[in-house]
């Protein structure tokens, strides 16, 4: 009788066990909690950065295209202001654009800013020719014919692209060609070299 009421009032294995089960689901919870919201976080700054990359990169890709826009303008007063004016807005873009990733990704920012200057210095000058240039009055003119040479905004776009993925590969490796823009001058662009592969 003794040895019964002994065991209804101290403490069993069963129930300890009980409260070790209780303590492990609970920290297993909070584990996988935090594991799943760290996993979270990183793929959404992993996605955050890669817009933000890709943005940049179409910033560059606008004023690129400007040579083919100033060639084709209207004749008047409008088109000119329109033309000049939409300059201004992708330099603030391209501006914007380079302190966003000297905050949010400091190891891109230094190759985003060379591919702005080689962007700028390659087709600012293919403006300018554009503009000294009569203004096209039929529709077979529109068909300018020739391309506007893009090497050197290529090369710089490449190594971009190549810094870009180095930075996004911290969370993931995929090894995948750097494609030309339409209106490339090279048929593909290298994909990075063993040297650019480094975590």
């Keep these: ?117 080689a962007t700028k210095i390659q087709a600012g000058g293919q403006m300018r020719q554009a503009w000294q240039q009569p203004v096209l009055t039929t529709d077979a003119d529109m068909n300018l014919q020739v391309r506007y040479p893009r090497d050197q905004i290529d090369a710089a776009r490449g190594a971009c692209i190549a810094t870009m993925r180095a930075a996004l590969r911290r969370h993931r490796t995929r090894h995948a060609p750097t494609l030309p823009t339409a209106n490339s001058d090279q048929p593909e662009i290298p994909p990075p070299t063993a040297g650019d592969d480094q975590r």
């Design 1 to 117: 009788m003794v040895y019964a009421q002994t065991a209804q009032s101290g403490w069993t294995a069963a129930q300890t066990a009980i409260v070790i089960v209780a303590v492990i689901a609970i920290l297993g919870g909070i584990v996988s909690a935090s594991v799943t919201y760290t996993l979270n976080q990183s793929a959404a700054r992993r996605e955050r950065q890669a817009k933000a990359f890709a943005e940049a990169l179409n910033a560059v890709e606008d004023y690129a295209e400007m040579p083919y826009r100033v060639r084709r303008r209207r004749d008047t007063p409008e088109a000119r202001y329109d033309l000049t004016d939409e300059v201004s807005k992708i330099q603030s873009r391209l501006a914007y654009h380079q302190a966003l990733l000297q905050i949010e990704a400091p190891e891109v920012a230094a190759s985003y800013a060379t591919l702005v200057r």
